[in-house]
Nanobody, 121 residues
């Protein structure tokens, strides 16, 4: 498995931006597709974005499309989530996850501990 550590969360005003990072260690990072998920208070965990092992394909939840951008740097073993035009409803704990390359649908079996994002109105 791969070990994942998120960072970059915090408190931001509506309309602001944050960039989350997720550093991976352990197995070869490029063997994994990566995803971001979030869990808002009182809600189920939901998918946010997903990027293929080489960064060639990206997928987004409709709620974040056009505002969030997922990217990765395989040389740094890191995946990012750039979040712009943040809204109060984006408030959640954000988790990164790894899925073995080629699993379809992606089997996200490794998870980070999460980082809190709070957007004030």
């Amino acid at each position: 498995q791969v070990q994942l550590v998120e960072s970059g969360g915090g408190l931001v005003q509506a309309g602001g931006s944050l960039r989350l990072s997720c550093a991976a260690s352990g197995r070869t990072f490029s063997r994994y597709a990566m995803g971001w998920f979030r869990r808002a208070p009182g809600k189920e965990r939901e998918f946010v974005a997903h990027i293929s092992w080489n960064g060639g394909s990206t997928y987004y939840a409709d709620s974040v499309k056009g505002r969030f951008t997922i990217s990765r740097d395989n040389a740094k073993n890191t995946v990012y989530l750039q979040m712009n035009f943040l809204k109060p409803e984006d408030t959640a704990v954000y988790y990164c996850a790894a899925a073995p390359r080629g699993s379809a649908p992606p089997n996200f079996g490794s998870w980070g501990q999460g980082t809190q994002v709070t957007v004030s109105s």
